[in-house]
Structures are given as C-alpha cells and as structure tokens.
C-alpha cells in the first residue's frame, strides 16, 4: 500500500475533477494536481480551478504555488509532487495524481529526468519574438527526431527544444527515467468526440458567465503583459486578443470553441502512446478497478 499512486487523467472538459473527489472520498485519498497552468495564482476560472466548496473537505495539492510573472517548469512540478505525495503517504492516504497534462503525470510516475541546460533567457526573447511555424521548421531542420515527436502547435516547448539543441550544438537526448518509485493504477476517462465537444461549449458558457474577462483584466493590472498572457494559451490567449481588440467577441467565443476542442485531440494523442491506461466509461468501472489495485 505505501507506495501505490493513482492516477486520473483525459482531455480537458471529460469529468476528471468529478471522478477524482468521488474515488477520493471513497478510498481515502487526497489529490495532487497535474496541471500546467493550475498551478499560477490567480488564474482561477480560465484554467478551470476547483473551488474550496467542490473540494468536499479531499486536501489538494499543486494549485495556486508559482506567479504568472515567472515561468513554472516541469523540473519544479516534479520535485513539489513528489513532496505532496510523500506527505499524502505519511498519513496513510492514497495519492491521487489527477489532470490533463501528460508530460506533468509521466514526469512523476515514469522518474523522468529533465535534461539540466539553464534558461538562456536572450535566446527565449529572440525565438519568442517568431512564429510557432517558424519554431517548428527550424526544429526540423536542427533535430529532426524530436521534431517528429514535439507537438508542433506548442510554441513553449519548441522554444526549450530550440534552446537546448542551441546551446548543447547536439539532439535533444533522449528522456531518461530512474526506476520508478511507484506501483501505479492509470484511469483514463474517455469521450464520444460529440459528447466532449458539447461538454467543452458547456463549460465554456460557464466561464464566459462567471466573469473570465475580468479575471484576465485583474491579470493585466496585476502586472502581466499582453504578451505573457497570450502565452498561456487558450481562454486567456483569446480573451487578452479580444480585450486588446484584436478580434470581436463572436470570434473569440468561436474560436477558443474550435481551440479547446484541438487541445483535447493533442491530449487524447498524448495519452494513446500509454498502454497502462485503463478507459474507464463510468465511476462504477473505476471503483472496481481502484478496489482492486489496492487489495493486491
């Protein structure tokens, strides 16, 4: 039991916080997050952020840790989970490791070892300045292999890409992992294309109402350049280009619609290459597979 983890993962908008505090509550678990953008302060209704009320009394942790001023990386979520989880394990409890972003997850359970070139922040400046088609030819051209493997709509992680081939003048290697330190129980929750495309245009509708232009306001008079929030993509990728009066409001409903539905099939790409993954259809089939993952 000490060292058994479960992980709930799956596109944005598919029902994991739902899922996550019902098997919490059930087998006395608390929650670790595994989402790059939940963990900024103040980037609460954009990113989906559970409240204090949904929580339901299940601890959580690895929301609100980093400022959106300063860059949060996979190195430094790592090594906070792994903190969380540990001290989720010394209470008895079960850790549950639960969000969208498969590189935060595979970090954790797989011992990724992220490759140590320091930030050339002129360099970031210089290849944030062109466009992600640029970023990705030059990718190419420089590291062919990892450019077959990147997500190519990434404009962040062609950037570290670029800077490491840059700096290193080789490949970038290859991802190493240390021996896991855990036995792992992977649930996916799995969507009818139809269904998920009318569950993002739902949620999507909620966000509009419960103010997600005022929150990108607050964030812009907190200090945030245009530029900054631009880079976090999605909902406030659109609605900082529409309060700059970049596009009208129609377009940017349309097109974070169109954008969110994208970002899900990267995901759903993501998550395919994992074999470990059961696809569960219900909170019943994962309630049979958690109780027994935790007898054995």
């Known amino acids: 039991m000490k060292n058994k983890i479960i992980v709930i993962l799956g596109p ?22 595994a989402d790059s953008r939940q963990v900024y302060r103040g980037m609460d209704i954009g990113t989906g952020k559970i409240t204090k009320k949904e929580m339901q009394g299940i601890p959580h942790y690895l929301l609100n840790v980093a400022s959106p001023k300063r860059k949060f990386t996979v190195a430094q979520y790592k090594k906070l989970a792994l903190r969380a989880i540990k001290k989720i394990q010394n209470k008895n409890k079960i850790p549950f490791l639960v969000g969208g972003t498969g590189f935060y997850i595979q970090a954790v359970i797989d011992g990724i070892i992220i490759p140590q070139v320091k930030p050339d922040w002129k360099l970031r400046s210089e290849l944030q300045k062109q466009e992600t088609k640029i970023l990705f030819e030059k990718l190419r051209k420089l590291d062919p292999q990892r450019a077959k493997t990147i997500d190519k709509e990434n404009k962040r992680r062609l950037i570290r890409a670029l800077e490491i081939v840059i700096k290193t003048g080789k490949p970038v290697p290859q991802l190493k992992k240390e021996s896991s330190k855990f036995e792992v129980l992977m649930l996916g929750i799995k969507r009818k294309p139809a269904e998920l495309q009318k569950r993002i245009r739902k949620r999507l509708k909620k966000r509009l109402k419960q103010k997600m232009l005022a929150e990108v306001k607050k964030l812009k008079k907190s200090g945030l350049s245009w530029k900054r929030l631009e880079e976090f993509g999605l909902e406030y990728r659109y609605v900082a280009q529409y309060l700059q009066n970049k596009i009208n409001y129609q377009d940017m409903v349309e097109k974070l619609q169109k954008e969110i539905e994208h970002y899900a099939k990267r995901q759903m790409t993501w998550f395919k290459k994992d074999k470990r993954i059961h696809w569960i259809k219900n909170s019943r089939q994962a309630e049979i597979l958690v109780r027994k993952f935790l007898l054995c």
């Open 12 to 33: 944005t908008a598919s029902g994991k916080t739902d899922l996550s505090i019902k098997l919490a509550k059930k087998f006395n678990g608390e929650i670790v997050s």
